[in-house]
T-cell receptor
Framework: AQRVTQPEKLLSVFKGAPVELKCNYS??????LFWYVQYSRQRLQLLLRHISRESIKGFTADLNKGETSFHLKKPFAQEEDSAMYYC????????????FGQGTRLTINP | EPEVTQTPSHQVTQMGQEVILRCVPISNHLYFYWYRQILGQKVEFLVS????????KSEIFDDQFSVERPDGSNFTLKIRSTKLEDSAMYFC????????????FGSGTRLTVV
């Protein structure tokens, strides 16, 4: 079964501190992993995907197949990073649907 | 930047009534989707649509749900007889291709069933 787990519903850190949002997945094959962000009253936006190994807004995420994890990290949090973050996976067997985690609400304190 | 447009942004309906949620996907996208998010819960896949037919649906998408692309631009989700538990945020999305790439989400329709 496809499953995405984000263990933290809420995460609060101070500005300038490192941030790590955890994501673990369960999938029998090799999924594609994504992080989506939703700022207040805005739509879901793609933040990054594992296949491109890019860094967006200072965030990075490394796929660890051994630990089935795809944690999102940023070395120095900024106030504008406050948002809801969703980890998601997509199977590669032709299915296009996204399976989302519960989401983590990140709050950056000044 | 192209957007997926959803209307209305908020709809209130009485239990048992039919509702139609509307979406205009990005024009050169081929795959269309509906997701829903009940308050406080995760975003859940409902249905995907490709080449004028449903390509995949979840167990949530039962006989009271239907989708249609009536005119080549709109993509609608109909709920025939709404229940209280249908109250949720409904997101439309579209993409160019497989593997979840290039997804663009709409801003959602908040459906409240009273």
């Amino acid at each position: 079964a496809q499953r995405v787990t984000q263990p933290e519903k809420l995460l609060s850190v101070f500005k300038g501190a490192p941030v790590e949002l955890k994501c673990n997945y369960s999938y029998s094959g090799s999924p594609e992993l994504f992080w989506y962000v939703q700022y207040s009253r805005q739509r879901l936006q793609l933040l990054l995907r594992h296949i491109s190994r890019e860094s967006i807004k200072g965030f990075t995420a490394d796929l660890n197949k051994g630990e089935t994890s795809f944690h999102l990290k940023k070395p120095f949090a900024q106030e504008e990073d406050s948002a809801m973050y969703y980890c998601a996976l997509s199977g590669i067997q032709g299915a296009q649907k996204l399976v989302f985690g519960q989401g983590t609400r990140l709050t950056i304190n000044p | 930047e192209p957007e997926v447009t959803q209307t209305p942004s908020h709809q209130v309906t009485q239990m048992g009534q039919e509702v139609i949620l509307r979406c205009v996907p990005i024009s050169n996208h081929l795959y269309f989707y509906w997701y829903r998010q009940i308050l406080g819960q995760k975003v859940e896949f409902l249905v995907s649509f490709y080449n004028n037919e449903i390509s995949e649906k979840s167990e949530i998408f039962d006989d009271q749900f239907s989708v249609e692309r009536p005119d080549g631009s709109n993509f609608t989700l109909k709920i025939r007889s709404t229940k209280l538990e249908d109250s949720a945020m409904y997101f439309c999305a579209s993409s160019k291709g497989l593997k979840g790439y290039g997804y663009t989400f709409g801003s959602g329709t908040r459906l409240t069933v009273v």
